[in-house]
């Protein structure tokens, strides 16, 4: 079902036999594994019915950064509605996912209908002969697609081609009235919930089970593999993977490449840093330690006594507060509270640190 002459499956899977010879796939993709773990769970009887899942995928791609043979995805998928809410329930959902975690990050959504799939087939054909026309003009890798994935040659990066895919048919012009209604019903919604979309109509996605919706939010941060989560709609497929006549419409992140996003954020320091004077004072740093985590702040002690280094440390690390457990304050149950960001200093009672930070 992820279509034969898609890369997936024509360069990327790991396949292999095991000891007992049977043929084993290792999982390229999400959404087709939990179709079959709804269908054969029985989990299709209400519906909308909405899952989540996160796991790892291998691809055999050519390695890069934010490209990796073993991955990470977590994907949403929404089996059994036909609805435009469902699509617009679950790009918001991926947006504010994102908004959440990469808060500070300036992330595009493009979106594309692709009609259905007759508009599809039909379109291929159009695709193939335009490019047939002009295939003196594109490069050899897009010649070898034209007949078997013209869909493909859309996203090509190279530039003579997107010179030719420019003025290539577009696939809306096949797109029945009422399909492009509820696709124009998905952007308004969309846009009222402060979502900004780009319409792209070259977007097609990778995978052959696609129809109808399909969209990418994408970041210019992380170079060439830029695409942080892609999804679409897959009428059909259910059925297809042998469950009900259903539609389903879902999305998968790629973990790694949000990461590679929210490492580039400036790091939370741990705000608070202990220090003692000397090694017989560790377990009074513990108890301070024990009872400032409790109270959800994030401590930061390396065992070591030296207060000086670790004063250091603690404003090379860009802490709020030292704690200091000295041999003098430490006989009057005192520390020294140092507020790092403007060189206070007090003296406290264990039970009053906790106020002074607050
Ligand atoms: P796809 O299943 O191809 O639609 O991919 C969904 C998301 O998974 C992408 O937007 C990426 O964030 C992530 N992804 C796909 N392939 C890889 C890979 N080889 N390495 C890391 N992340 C990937």
Sequence with gaps: PLGEQSDVVLKEMYTFTDRNEDELTLRPEYTTPMIRAAISNGLLNNLPAKFFGTGQMFRRERPQKGRYRQFN??????????????DVEIINLASQLLKKILPKKSISLNINTLGNRENLQDYKKILSKYFKDNQNSLSSESVSKIDSNPLRILDSK???????????????????????????????????????????????????????TVFEFKSNEIGSQDTLIGGGRYNGLINKLGGKDIPGIGWAAGIERLMLLMNDSPTTPEDIHLAIQDPTL???????????????????WNYK???????????????????????????????????????????????EILDYIK
Excluded: M, W
């Design 73 to 86: 995805q977590i994907n949403f998928e929404n089996f059994g509605s036909d609805d435009s809410f469902a």
């Design 158 to 212: 190279n530039i003579q081609d997107k010179e030719i895919v420019l003025k290539c048919p577009k696939l809306i012009e096949l797109i029945s009235k009422k399909d492009l209604n509820s696709y124009e019903e998905i952007k308004v919604c969309l846009k009222d919930l402060d979502i900004t979309i780009f319409e792209d109509l070259n977007l097609v996605r990778g995978l052959d089970y696609y129809c109808h």
């Design 282 to 300: 560790k377990k009074h740093a513990i108890k301070i330690h024990d009872y400032l985590i409790k109270n959800n702040l994030s401590v930061y």
């Design 305 to 351: 006594y030296n207060i000086k280094k670790s004063l250091s440390l603690a404003s090379e690390k860009k802490a709020k507060f030292i704690v200091i457990i000295g041999e003098e304050e430490n006989i009057e149950n005192n520390y020294i509270l140092k507020n790092l960001y403007n060189g206070e200093q007090k003296i406290v009672k264990f039970e």
